[in-house]
């Protein structure tokens, strides 16, 4: 193999989504060429209709018309909803399986022949190992489907959350929809093809030798690695970008602010015939439980499928370069229990933000580990960080839990050279990294 003499990063900004295009070019004059995700859940509002098609062409004239390789690193729509293709086998994942990927890479969940209730690549679970059962991806996604059409009905219960929540359950349920065109593209050009790769934590790629570089795989872990996997915790003081300042205006306890009724927030008469008040607000509280109920299980599923993201670190030739889908803290967990692995998270060159810069999704472990931070912008070798995202699409900042987290952004831009696909506005739709690593 040639040498490595540098890697060329190209974010697009797709929105609400994830799509990097990485090209090494090596001493002999030649290049190759890895896409990690393609996916969009909004795309930018003066973005063209034809944003993701424009992405796929510009890849394609990118690359000569020749991918060495696909990494869809789980499948939430935000991350492989490019590439799809209409009923007549057209659109933007077209273009990208004419590229002819050497190899598709996604996480073991993925394998077509996976039994649902598996815990490990080929491993079906036995009477002890029930417990720890796998999540069912086929089975999320239908719970997310019926929860999104609830979500799509004027029904009280749903009236009952509030704009922003019904907005949060419809999004988070949209995104874990199965989005089948797309998944099927991935299986033929990978699986049906001979080329697919499913890996987890540990695991060997063949992606390392069709690059002539090293890589590791720190995740996902399978069930048998670490059941934790099969949970998400939604608060982590120690871990979670969560704390910020007290909310201002906050009403003194000793003010003459107006008495709260007895029974707030109670169901009109109209809607409940002539129940008594106190009625009406018990009616009221049961109708808003079953849509915190509805939210709370979307974001359990939201979760699960964010923890079965590839963790992949580059290492090329001086730099190493860490893209972890939308890993959260289950998914890192394990990483973090590897003294060889943490050895080399520290040598992080290039990090791509998890999860589009969410509150959890950049545990402050994995952050302390980062060698090359600096809060001085001239530093030789400083970390650079590339997040692809788009405000007021995901979370709330008034529970703290907005996307992208600002406690987080302002750690960002602090201690990295930090870049965020917000910053493109109009022409080119892309943001290129180039590191020398000779």
Known sequence: MPDPMSVHVRT????????????????????????????????????????????????????????????????????????????????????????????????????????????????????????????????????????????????????????????????????????????????????????????????????????????????????????????????????????????????????????????????????NGNFPIEARWLIYRTRAMRGNQMLQIVRMLDGAMNNTSLILLFRIGSKSLLFPGDAQIENWEYAFTQAEWMNRLSEVDLYKVGHHGSLNATPKTLWAQFAKKSEDPTAAGRLDTLMSTLEEIHGHAEADTEVPRMTLVTELKKQSNFFTTQSLDGQPFWYDSVLDVR
């Open 12 to 271: 697009y900004q797709v929105g609400f989504g994830d799509c990097f295009l990485l090209t090494i070019a090596y001493d002999d004059g030649s290049e190759k060429h890895v896409l990690i995700d393609f996916g969009s859940m909004a795309r930018p509002p003066d973005a063209p209709s034809t944003r993701m098609m424009d992405i796929a062409q510009n890849i394609r004239d990118r690359c000569g018309g020749k991918l060495t390789a696909v990494v869809a690193t789980h499948r939430h729509q935000d991350h492989i909803s490019g590439f799809k293709t209409d009923s007549r086998g057209r659109g933007p994942g077209a273009v990208i399986a004419a590229l002819d990927p050497d190899l598709v890479v996604q996480p073991w969940t993925e394998h077509p022949d996976l039994p649902v209730d598996a815990v490990a690549p080929g491993i079906a679970p036995g009477r002890r190992a029930m417990a720890l059962q796998a999540v069912s991806l086929a089975a999320m996604q239908a719970v997310s489907a019926n929860y999104v059409t609830e979500a799509s009905r004027n029904n009280a219960y749903l009236r009952s959350l509030g704009k922003n929540l019904r907005k949060e359950l419809a999004f988070i349920g949209q995104d874990n929809i199965a989005n089948l065109p797309a998944v099927n593209n991935l299986i033929a050009m990978g699986h049906e093809k001979g080329r697919g790769e499913y890996l987890h934590a540990g695991s060997t790629t063949q992606l390392a030798g069709l690059l002539g570089v090293e890589i590791d795989v720190l995740g996902p872990p399978t069930v048998q690695q670490s059941a934790a996997i099969r949970n998400q915790r939604p608060r982590d003081n120690s871990e979670f970008w969560q704390l910020a300042a007290a909310a201002p205006g906050a009403i003194d306890p000793g003010s003459s602010a107006k008495a709260k009724p007895l029974f707030p927030d109670h169901v009109q008469a109209r809607e």
